[in-house]
Nanobody
Framework: QVQLLESGGGSVQSGGSLRLSCAAS????????MGWFRQAPGKEREGVAA???????NYSDSVKGRFAISQDNAKKTLYLEMNSLKPEDTAVYYC????????????????????WGQGTQVTVSS
């Protein structure tokens, strides 16, 4: 059973930084991709960043240049480095995985992913 466990959320002031981690377990596939999503109260879940096995990435326009997604395949761990945080970044952040990988494209679409973590809260105060 694939499991994803996020950590690293918390509260910061505007302009601050946080690093989220997602530890994955329970699979042996080498062909997969992973992503970070977020959901603010009253809003739909939004794709933030995605990364494929070869290291290629996608970012939403709202975080491009401020967030960086990375992975340590040996440790099966996904990261999201968040800098220059804004109050509008406040949300529950979810780690997601598509295992095994599906057809290409749509990497920031929640429908593309079949495994999800439980989420970690990020709160940015002004």
């Amino acid at each position: 059973q694939v499991q994803l466990l996020e950590s690293g959320g918390g509260s910061v002031q505007s302009g601050g930084s946080l690093r989220l981690s997602c530890a994955a377990s329970g699979y042996t596939y080498s062909n997969f991709y992973m992503g970070w999503f977020r959901q603010a109260p009253g809003k739909e879940r939004e794709g933030v960043a995605a990364i494929r096995r070869d290291g290629s990435t996608n970012y939403s326009d709202s975080v491009k240049g401020r967030f960086a997604i990375s992975q340590d395949n040996a440790k099966k761990t996904l990261y999201l480095e968040m800098n220059s945080l804004k109050p509008e970044d406040t949300a529950v952040y979810y780690c997601a995985a598509r295992i095994p990988a599906a057809s290409s494209g749509g990497y920031l679409g929640a429908f593309m992913y079949n495994y999800w973590g439980q989420g970690t809260q990020v709160t940015v105060s002004s």
